[in-house]
């Protein structure tokens, strides 16, 4: 896999109760590289409530850990591994400047193929200090022009 892509994920949270709450999905063109043992996609994908503006989005894979560095009308950069515990600060640019996050990464699965990489990620999120949600991410890479399994 080399050059453009297709970065999909799909995201499901869990409310406090243990009930399915809002799910998301994004689906965007992207730009992949093989870069020092590491892949790295950038992609780019609309704001809501104002899609002529952009969140610049880097995605970072190695063998154990994922990250995502996100810039423009949200900052923040989230790292995922398992067993891991990551502290970190959501900048928005309206409201508040910025909400310290913790993610605690409690399954982390990474399956390469030649065309594709799927990812799955289930961590719990805090927020000031608070528990406040479990969530499950599923991101998929793929050569674009070819379907992913």
């Not at 009930?19 to 063109?29: N, V």
């Amino acid at each position: 896999m080399n050059g453009n892509v297709i970065v999909t994920i799909k995201g499901l949270e869990y409310e406090l109760d243990g009930s399915a709450g809002e799910e998301i999905e994004t689906c965007q063109p992207g730009v992949y590289k093989f870069l020092q043992g590491k892949h790295i996609i950038t992609y780019e994908e609309p704001c809501e409530g104002n899609p002529r503006e952009s969140v610049h989005n880097l995605l970072k894979i190695n063998e154990d850990t994922v990250s995502i560095l996100r810039r423009g009308q949200i900052d923040t950069n989230m790292v995922f591994k398992e067993g891991y515990h990551h502290s970190g600060t959501y900048g928005i640019v309206y409201g508040a400047s910025s909400l310290p996050f913790d993610i605690k990464t409690s399954h982390l699965a990474i399956a390469e193929d030649t065309d594709c990489i799927n990812i799955e990620i289930n961590y719990s999120l805090g927020l000031g200090g608070s528990y406040i949600s479990r969530r499950t991410v599923c991101i998929n890479i793929h050569s674009a022009g070819i379907l992913p399994d």
